[in-house]
Every structure is written in structure tokens, then in C-alpha cells.
């Protein structure tokens, strides 16, 4: 042992005081002098020609210092990836919700007068809800010159991938693996079925806010519940047309993401406001706005045919994923939705295999990211078809599954080669767990659901450390913590490394100016490759540290040895931690400071597994399913905060039964329809299941310390084993989500008649 | 607009304001009392939740002028200085956050809760609590964290 040591600690958050005590400042706590508000009239219209606007009776209102429409504006567009969305609309409205105009005005009340004083006039047009209806060919079309949207080159993931393929197509992805036709051919038995997933929205209970402010050297500083601040920089500089150095985007507490807070949503168009009145300005979201006008997760049609042979070996699989992106393609940072390819092979040894995965445009509100995005509507239609297969086949799901996933050796469907591959395991440890062989009531049912996802190694990560004159480690990040604990997890990174108690290590968010660029938090990336750039920046301290002891001892730093906060050399003088840094200060040599970048090495060769056990219990006479239990069993790495890693395995199972039982975005001729959270069902405190979590464990992880990640797993399966537990409970097949009581009670009274 | 005398936090305060201000409005940007958060406005969340003369409220749906005369407690008057509230103290230690937003709603409700039974049962607790969203935790932490505060424990 040398020294106290952190990694594998149960931590509270570093910023836990800040968070409980009011004090962490959220972007919509941010208030400046002279701060405006800003409030955007939306479109009420899903499709409809802007005809004419008249903003005179608005500008007149008291306190009201700017109304802008697009016609103010610089012709630009937006985009995580693809830029298809204005800022604010110009001739026409896509969706209900779309912002029109916006007006500064110095309350909220002034602003909220002068948007009703607003008289736009539209010519409605014809407009598409469903994305195979809007790929007919007699469809509106909505977007008349989408080549001229601007976007990065298309990067070589997700096989042949083309934006615009054809009308009303935002982007289309072919993968292909071995030869589809000739292992249908072989096939001894073939299956087919379609399911359908609803949008369900990231339910963060902070909706997005923003606040921008023009300096009088023209210095533009934002304030954004943005999860990538180094990204959303680019973006807005882009935006502005202004290069990215006069941009600052300053750190603030994020209340969740989930995915969801990775665009720049009213940031572009709230700087708009301060250039048009020459004052700071706040943008708010309300809740309805973000339910009716955010970016939640993309709804869809998923078909899928498998052939396998009679004793149940997967010879060929085909994946058809039709999704609805909504009216613009701007939420997401990728040309594809990267879960639906990736996840529609699921775990398993396939030698043919054909997935075309589709975005299509429809009049409704525009789709984005939300946790293992893509993920968990194609793994609930995989995981189910693989029950129903083994049902065909008379196997047992378990059994099914445990003959065709992957084993240590194996290519992936994806055409990975993992090492340490623990699938079988996970999914034993798993079924043991729930016991899934021990005798049920009636009316009880189990049902099981894997998914795999490695952790994310994209982008480039920084940190800097320093070493004040207390003694103290000031860890200086460009990421934001978006709640799972990153901030904690990289303390305890620098606290191993430099054997250091975690209360004396610092960590502080910098703004883009001052931290080193870092792309910040998504696709399960920021304990790996910034608790990478992090560990650099301590070995590299650790190293200053050991050359300042041998100045001070006068010999070679070969000669010095750190142990347990103490510096011994090798002739056996010491000198611990705190005389080192007062011999430091003295002599000029503090605050000392290191920095570390890290670029990924490339696709980890290592990767997460997760299979989850539900067991519910369904009432026969109303239909209603109460889950009973959970089991999560996950495939880790080094745990490095036992306590952090666990919360992300407990919301994100909650978040996945909420989908599976509750949640349902409902839109009505493309108007969102459950506009508030009393209709929009996130799980309560009274929802949630008892819940064992089984962790299988090895040291394999590509992160610090060989961490995994965990952030985006345990949100994945629950859809699909709820779903396969209420057929094995009652022989209830729903192909469509969520699992409400009414669907069951329907179709336990069309089984009653049958019979 | 009214004249309104408030003890917020145990200081008295003294505004003039509209009739129609919301009491969240008053403490987030009249008070400059950000710690209360808005979320659902609509009084689902439980995000913004304060005590009232001693009593849970949502204040996105009261009206400041329903606490003329009053007392409000927000998340800014539970520690005393440095010295964390055993709530505050446990919603840290059992990790019963994430991204804190619905925390300083999450801690108040809790502290109503404690008030008026001190050593509530699990089933209690999340009876009472299912008026309060979390979507980072699942729950399971804050229900561990106010059973540790209920005892007296602050560390796991």
C-alpha cells in the first residue's frame, strides 16, 4: 500500500455541498446586470408557408428592447452534425413548435405581451406524421434543397451512409456482413416480425436555459446547460460567423442530460437577442416547451427477420429501422443513429447479416440523443424477437440466447474483436440472481434482455493539475459534470495517482478559454478518456514532484521515491508531502503546474456487457403489470467509485422502466399531446422494483485504474425483459410500447374469446 | 402590486411586488434565492418545493402574496454556516443526487417529511416522496439517504 488510496472508494460528489445547499448555479440562475428575457412565439402550424410577419404592435410594447424574426438574422443554420435547423424559422414552419420570433424585454411579462402582438400569417401546407407515409411518393415534401445543408465529412462508422438519399430521407446506413441471401438460404427456419416504438423524452427536470452577453469588446460569453461546451463553442462561433476565440461558453451545474442537453437549443438565438439589444439576455425553457419543442429520443418501425437452423444457431439476420427524426436532423452528433446499427445484431455470432437503419423527416418535433441513443428501441424489438424465436424453436430464452452470443474468439456481428468477452457470464449472473429456473405463482413471469456497448473512445481529452502553496490539487476541466459523478471520479484519479486524500483535491470546471480542450461528455467517453488525460496530468506531477525532492536532497530524481505521501531518498533521508511543498514555495517553484491530453487509440478492445432479469406480475382482470423485481448484472472494469457507479445503474434502470411501462411522447396530427409533466408518466418513487445488481468483475477497462463505463447500460434492456416477462406471465406478446394496462387487458380479452 | 413582510430563512423581507408574482418568481429573481428550482410549473416536479409556514408547497403554483405574513424556509436556510443540515449531510454521502437539480425540492419535502414523522418506514418515505421527480437516481439513494438521516447516521 502506498498511501491512502481512492480508486474503488465509494465517494460523495466533489460538488455535493454546492448542490445541496442551493449554491451550484444552473444556467438559469445566472442573472447579470441589465439582463433581459427572452421568450420565442412558436409555430402552431406541424407545415405552413410563412406569408408575412408584422412586428410593430410588439415593439411598441413597454420594457420591450428587441423583436426579431428571421429575417433579421444571418442565413445560417445549426446542427450537431448536419445543419438543417435556422434559428429562427424564414419561410417556412416544419413543426408545431418551431420558434418564429423572438423578443428581449426587461420581464418576463412584457416579453410574454409582446409575442401576443405578433401577427405572422401562414399559408398552411400539406403535412406527414409517419415516416413510411412520408416516404411515399406523393408525400409533401419538406425540406425542398436539403444537399444544400452544410455538414463535417461523414466519417467511416455505420457501413454506407448517405444523407438525402432520397425524398423526405434525412440519412440512410447500410451495413453488411457475410451474405444475407445465401444464409436466409441455409436457414432452416425463418422469422419475421415488426415492432413499434414510441418517442419518450430525456425527462431531465431542468429544462434547457441558456444566457448570452456581449462584452464591449465585443467578447461573447454564454452561459448553456450544454454537456459539450467545447463543441457548443464551435457551433456558435459558426453560428455568429465570428472565430471561435471571441466566443467564451462558461461552466455552469447541468441538471441532467441524458443525452438530451448536447445542442445549442436557444443559445444561437438568445445571443441574437443581446446583439439586437445591446443587453444581456435569458432564455428559459418551460416544461411544455421541452416536451413539445425539445429533442427527444427518435420513435420508429423496426422489422426484423432471422433465419437459424432447427436446433437454434442464428445463420442469417436482417434488420429494417425506419425512425422518425421530426423536422430537422440537427440533434444528433453523427450522420446515423449509432445504437440502431450497432444494436440491431444485438450480442450475437451472426455470419449474415444486412441492416439498414433510415432517418426519415416528418412535420413533428425534431428527434436527438437520449442515453445509448437508438439503443434501447432496436435492443426491446431484437430482444424480443429472440424470445419469440426461442418460443417457436421450444427452447428456453436463456438457453437460446447462451447458444448464439459471443464467446472469447469470436468476430462480432459489427466485425469487433473484443477480448475478455464476458457475455455468457454476464447473462448466467444474471439469470442465477433472479433465479430463473425456481417455480412461479400464477400470472408471474420472467423475462430476460442483454446489451452490449463499449466504452466510448472518441475526441480529445485535457486536464490540468496544479499544486498551490497549501498543498492543495487544483484540477482544472473542460468538462461538465452533467450528474453522473465525472467530476468526483476524475478527483479520485488525481488522488491515487499523487497518493493524495481526496479532500485535497480541487476540482474546477474552466471556461473555454482558460481549460484545455476537451470534447466533453457522450457515448460513455469521460471517465475513460478524461480520467485518461487526467491520470497524465498527475504522472506527469508526480514526476515535477519527485525532481523538486531531489533538488531538495541534493541527488538524481532516480534517486527519489514517492511512498505513501513521502518523499524517500535513496540514502534514507525524507521529507513528507507538506515540508516538500513549503520547500517549494520557498524556493519559487510553486504553484507547479502539468497538464495531459489524451487522444483515443482507437476502437477499445474491450467492451460492457449488461443482461437484466424482470420478473412481473400481471392482473388478469385489468391488465395492469407490476414489475416485482429486477435483476441488473453488468460486465465492469476496475470500479473506481463504487457509490457514482452505482447511481448510474439505478437511474438508468428506472429510466429504462419508465420507458418500457409509462413514458410515451403522444402526438396528435403533430402536435404533442402529453405537453406537461402530469401527463407525461416518469417513474415515481412508488414505480420503482426491489433490485439486485450483480457485478461481474475484471480489471480489462481501456479508463484509468482499467475502468469501464457504465452510464449507458442498465437503461437499455428493461423495455424488452419487461416485455418478454409479461409473455411469460400471461401470454401476452406486445410488439408495441409502452406495456400499458389497457394493451394487456385488449389482448387477455381477444385470448378469452379465441378460447 | 402589494406590499408584502416575509421572514424568509428567518430574515425579514419587505417587497413590493405584482399580485400575480409567483412565489418562486420572488425568491429565484426578486430574493436572488436561486437554490429553489423550477422544473414542470406545473406543480408535478416537486422541484421547487419550499416550506410554508412550515408546510411543503409547490411555489411554482403559490403566489408570493400567500406568504405575506408568513415564513418561508428555501434550501438556502438549512445549514447553519458551514454546518451541513444531517439531510444535506446524507443526500451526500448515500449519493441520493446526481445532477441536482431536484435536490434543494427533493431536500425540503424530505425535511417536511422528518418534521412531521421522524422515523418514517421505507413505504412511508416513498409515499410521501413520489410527489418529487428525480430522473438521475431511480430513488433508491434518496430513500437510503433520508433513512440515514432519519437515524442520525452520516455515514454509510
Known sequence: ?755 | MKNIQVRVNGHPVAREIPDHRLLVDFLRYDLGLTGTKEGCSVGVCGACTVLLNGQPVSSCLALAVMADGGEVTTIEGLAEGDRLHPLQQAFIDYGGFQCGVCTPGQIMASKALLDANPHPTPAQIKEWMMGNLCRCTGYYKIIEAIQAAAAEKTEP
Open chain 1, 1 to 755: 500500500m502506498e498511501g491512502p488510496r481512492s480508486i474503488g472508494q465509494s465517494a460523495g460528489h466533489v460538488e455535493g455541498p454546492a448542490k445541496v445547499t442551493g449554491r451550484a448555479r444552473y444556467s438559469a440562475d445566472i442573472t447579470l446586470p441589465g439582463m433581459l428575457w427572452g421568450r420565442a412565439l412558436r409555430s402552431s402550424f406541424p407545415h405552413a408557408r410563412i406569408v408575412s410577419i408584422d412586428l410593430s404592435a410588439a415593439r411598441r410594447v413597454p420594457g420591450v428592447h428587441a423583436v426579431i424574426s428571421g429575417a433579421d438574422l444571418p442565413e445560417v443554420r445549426i446542427g450537431r452534425f448536419l445543419r438543417d435547423i435556422p434559428v429562427l424559422a424564414r419561410d417556412r414552419v416544419r413543426f408545431i413548435g418551431e420558434k418564429v420570433v423572438a423578443v428581449a424585454a426587461e420581464t418576463p411579462d412584457a416579453a410574454d405581451e409582446a409575442l401576443s402582438l405578433v401577427d405572422v400569417e401562414y399559408e398552411e401546407l400539406p403535412a406527414v406524421f409517419d415516416p413510411i407515409e412520408a416516404m411515399a411518393p406523393d408525400a409533401p415534401l419538406i425540406h425542398e434543397h436539403p444537399e444544400r445543408y452544410e455538414h463535417p465529412p461523414i466519417p467511416p462508422i455505420g457501413g454506407e451512409s448517405r444523407y438525402h438519399p432520397f425524398a423526405n430521407v434525412c440519412s440512410q446506413s447500410i451495413y453488411r456482413r457475410g451474405d444475407l441471401a445465401q444464409g436466409m438460404a441455409t436457414a432452416e427456419r425463418i422469422f419475421e416480425h415488426t415492432f413499434v416504438v414510441p418517442p419518450v423524452h430525456q425527462g431531465y427536470i431542468e429544462p434547457h436555459a441558456c444566457a448570452a452577453a456581449i462584452g464591449p469588446d465585443g467578447k461573447i460569453d454564454i452561459w448553456i446547460s450544454n454537456k459539450t461546451p467545447f463543441i457548443a463553442r464551435r457551433q456558435l462561433a459558426a453560428a455568429f460567423g465570428v472565430p471561435e476565440e471571441r466566443v467564451r461558453v462558461n461552466p455552469t451545474s447541468i441538471g441532467g442530460d441524458f443525452g438530451g442537453k448536447g445542442s445549442l437549443m436557444d443559445s444561437a438565438l438568445c445571443y441574437f437577442l443581446a446583439r439586437a439589444s445591446r443587453r444581456p439576455v435569458r432564455m428559459v425553457m418551460n416544461y411544455t416547451e421541452e416536451l413539445t419543442a425539445g429533442n427527444p429520443r427518435h420513435s420508429g418501425v423496426i422489422s426484423l427477420r432471422t433465419g437459424v437452423t432447427r436446433d437454434g444457431t442464428i445463420i442469417a439476420h436482417q434488420a429494417k429501422l425506419i425512425f422518425n427524426c421530426g423536422a430537422y436532423g440537427a440533434f444528433i452528433p453523427l450522420h446515423f443513429l449509432h445504437g440502431s446499427v450497432h444494436s440491431a445484431a444485438g450480442p450475437y455470432r451472426i455470419p449474415h447479416i444486412e441492416i439498414e437503419s433510415l432517418r426519415v423527416y416528418t412535420n413533428t418535433v425534431p428527434r436527438g440523443h437520449f442515453r445509448s441513443p437508438g439503443a434501447p428501441q432496436t435492443t426491446f424489438a431484437v430482444e424480443s424477437h429472440m424470445d419469440m424465436i426461442a418460443g417457436e424453436l421450444g427452447m428456453d430464452p436463456l438457453e437460446f440466447r447462451l447458444r448464439n452470443v459471443l464467446v472469447e474468439g469470436d468476430e462480432s456481428a459489427m466485425g469487433e474483436r473484443f477480448h475478455h468477452i464476458r457475455c455468457g457470464e454476464t447473462l448466467t449472473a444474471a439469470a442465477d440472481a433472479a433465479k430463473w429456473n425456481s417455480p412461479k405463482p400464477p400470472n408471474v413471469g420472467r423475462g430476460i434482455g442483454i446489451y452490449e456497448r463499449a466504452p466510448g473512445a472518441f475526441g480529445t481529452s485535457g486536464a490540468t493539475l496544479s499544486l498551490d502553496r497549501d498543498g492543495k490539487l487544483i484540477l482544472i476541466t473542460g468538462a461538465a459534470d452533467t450528474g453522473t459523478g465525472s467530476f468526483t471520479v476524475l478527483a479520485q484519479v488525481v488522488a491515487e495517482e499523487l497518493q493524495a486524500p481526496l479532500a485535497d483535491v480541487i476540482v474546477c470546471q474552466g471556461d473555454t478559454d482558460t481549460a484545455e480542450w476537451e470534447e466533453g461528455a457522450g457515448g460513455s467517453r469521460l471517465t475513460h478518456m478524461a480520467g485518461r488525460a487526467t491520470l497524465i496530468a498527475a504522472s506527469e506531477m508526480k514526476r515535477a514532484l519527485i525532481e523538486l525532492a531531489a533538488r531538495h536532497f541534493n541527488c538524481t530524481s532516480e534517486q527519489v521515491q514517492m511512498r505513501a505521501r513521502r518523499f524517500i531518498a535513496s540514502d534514507g533521508r525524507e521529507l513528507d508531502w507538506k515540508s516538500l511543498v513549503a520547500w517549494a514555495a520557498e524556493h519559487e517553484a510553486l504553484p507547479l503546474t502539468r497538464s495531459g491530453s489524451y487522444v483515443a487509440a482507437g476502437h477499445p478492445d474491450v467492451t460492457c456487457y449488461v443482461a437484466q432479469v424482470a420478473e412481473v406480475e400481471v392482473d388478469r382482470e385489468t391488465g395492469q403489470v407490476r414489475v416485482r423485481r429486477m435483476v441488473s448484472a453488468h460486465d465492469v472494469g476496475t470500479v473506481i467509485n463504487p457509490l457514482t457507479h452505482q447511481g448510474q445503474i439505478e437511474g438508468g434502470l428506472v429510466q429504462g422502466l419508465g420507458q418500457a411501462m409509462s413514458e410515451h411522447l403522444l402526438l396528435r396530427d403533430g402536435a404533442v399531446t402529453t405537453a406537461h409533466l402530469g401527463d407525461y408518466k416518469l417513474p415515481t418513487a412508488m414505480d420503482i422494483p426491489e433490485l439486485t445488481t450483480v457485478l461481474v468483475e475484471s480489471q480489462t477497462g481501456p479508463g484509468p485504474f482499467a475502468g469501464k463505463s457504465i452510464g449507458e447500460l442498465s437503461n437499455v434492456p428493461p423495455p424488452a425483459a419487461i416485455a418478454n416477462a409479461v409473455f411469460d406471465a400471461v401470454g401476452v406478446r406486445l410488439t408495441d410500447l409502452p406495456i400499458t394496462a389497457e394493451k394487456i387487458y385488449t389482448a387477455l380479452r381477444a385470448m378469452e374469446k379465441r378460447n
